[in-house]
């Protein structure tokens, strides 16, 4: 997954109110806090990974998601805002491995910088550590959503490498593929949240968890697109990663269904940086990319009409500017 | 860690008795049930690892820990059982990954059949799942001990690849790495059981958590013995294949105390099954592996000295089975 420049969190935390900005802090401490616990060795990488930025958008979600609750709630919200970033940390830096990636946040990667093994390690420490981290304070059922979010991404991940440089991938198969590796954890922030304030059973959990789903969508197909456009000094990346990866993703399967040239293109040909960034052209001069930014806004919408009619208005607001910024990047 | 040939945990059931052997006969079944359940592509790879046997010696514990328990109080056993699995089989996973081992169980691994990437994914699958499995039975003191145990095993990890090919390792660094990389995981497993039967707090989580701890101890020293003795044809890898990685287990240790040769040799140079070979006859013949077995041995009655004298009869007789059970293969 690309990562891309910040969405405005402060803002996000602004409009969301102090109780957000106050919970977000502490996020953080805490990420930095575990970071610098886990050995001077480890520290280094899992500093490198988690404290060093990030757009924190998935914690964000959670304590937005959660709206007002007591303040003797409040450690468990953190803590379940830690365990999902400790998720996402986790596979970055797997993902990392599997793409051979060097940068990620404008940084060296854990594996070009400490090798493939330190990296799977550090992944797998950086699971198990949220697991803990959100058993200290979590019910079981929010054990299950994160466990199940974890799951998907796994398998997400599995999906595409049987995939790789498969041309025929359909859109449905796209979609599907996205909700696994990055909507699920989206899902998850969203429900995590919820659970905290509410306990089990509430009917916030089912919609909140639906709007967290189709931001995950729009945010993945824009960072889809974002790989076809760059800019590289901003996404961390060259533009066409994923075709030399053999990622295939929504503006070539849309491209290919308009260009003749790139339907007729085998992806294991892809090979140099210089060739994927004349499909990166072909691709864009094809509409796709507009028609994919679109499919991004619709989940956008999507996003907003799922959410429950009760919410106040400074949750709902934050929550429609979360769902706007993850298409914004960039526009 | 070797894969070596199942203790007779059907005789360690028997002694433990016909409840422990039906839970242990449903372990085995939802075990191959989340490996048929998990797609056509992964099932293929997580059926060879989960469900193509192994010893099950972590379950076992779970169940032997608990002791006697409601029925209702079955099915949470169950679980806990099947998730200490699931890690241990998503540590397996990743370990041949980082030791590129083409053989496990008389297999080939995931990693040489479909890839190390294919292989990475698998392993975090069988890791959420198993805190899927935990949460949908579990308290949060369970989980909480799976996710540290998780945790220690990666921190295990990383510290082996940090002390690779280093010949100044000492026996405290070696024990400590043990116990995270393996005894953690076999603590956990008694943990869990005795919270399962007795929720938090009771004595015997403490004193089985400390057995388990020894236990875990005596079966990596053992371990690391067969890595030097073999034989290949009954651990499923040829002799010395931990030389061949770097590293430096106690029968290495012991040996450089004895043998000038082995004092002297720099373990970078050992880069041929046949060198491996030659070293592993230096070890056994400067008497460190019989030194080893001595430690392991000393780690069984440790182990057994920990059993809480209020232990029923059969149930402190299959802990003690087990115990001697790590040692005695290929004695």
């Known amino acids: 997954m690309t990562e891309v420049e910040p969405l405005d969190v402060g803002a996000l935390a602004d409009v969301a109110g102090p109780r957000v900005r106050g919970l977000l802090a502490r996020v ?4 930095l806090e575990l970071s610098s616990s886990a ?8 500093r490198g990974t988690i404290a060093a930025g990030g757009k924190r958008l998935r914690p964000l979600l959670v304590l937005i998601a959660a709206g007002p609750t ?4 409040d450690a468990g919200l953190v803590r379940a805002a830690v365990a999902v ?4 940390g986790a596979t970055l830096v797997h ?7 060097t940068l990620r946040r404008g940084q060296p990667t854990v594996a070009a910088a400490a090798g493939r093994d330190v990296a799977l390690a550090t992944g797998d420490l950086l699971f198990a550590r949220a697991f803990a981290e959100l058993s200290g304070g979590g019910s079981a059922a929010q054990v299950k959503v994160l466990s199940e979010a974890s799951s998907a991404l796994a398998r997400g991940e599995l999906m595409q490498r049987h995939d790789a440089f498969d041309p025929t991938v359909t859109v449905e198969r796209y979609l599907a593929r996205c909700e696994l590796k990055t909507a ?7 429900a995590l949240g919820a659970l905290a304030a509410n306990g089990d059973g509430d009917g916030d959990v089912a919609a909140l968890t639906a709007f967290g789903r189709s931001v995950g969508l729009a945010f ?10 760059g800019p590289a000094e901003r996404t961390g990346k060259r533009p066409g990663t994923d075709l030399l990866d053999g990622t295939v993703t929504l503006p070539f399967i849309l491209a290919r269904e308009r260009d003749p040239q790139l339907a007729a293109l085998d992806p294991r040909t892809i090979t140099t940086p210089e060739r994927a960034a004349e499909i990166c052209a072909l691709i864009a001069a094809s509409g796709a990319l507009q028609r994919s930014r679109e499919r991004a806004l619709e989940q956008v919408e999507a996003a907003k009409s799922r959410l429950p009619d009760r919410l106040d208005g400074g949750r709902r607001h934050a929550l429609e500017l979360v769902a706007d910024g993850v298409v914004s990047r960039y526009a």
Chains 1, 2 share one sequence.
């Open 28 to 31: 953080e401490e805490r990420l």
């Open 39 to 46: 050995g001077p060795v480890l520290g280094r990488y899992a």
């Open 70 to 73: 007591e303040p003797d709630a």
């Open 85 to 88: 970033e400790l998720v996402h």
């Open 95 to 101: 993902d990392d491995v599997l793409d051979a990636a």
């Open 184 to 190: 699920r954890l989206f899902e998850a922030a969203c």
């Open 220 to 229: 993945q197909i824009l960072d889809d697109v974002l790989d076809v456009t």
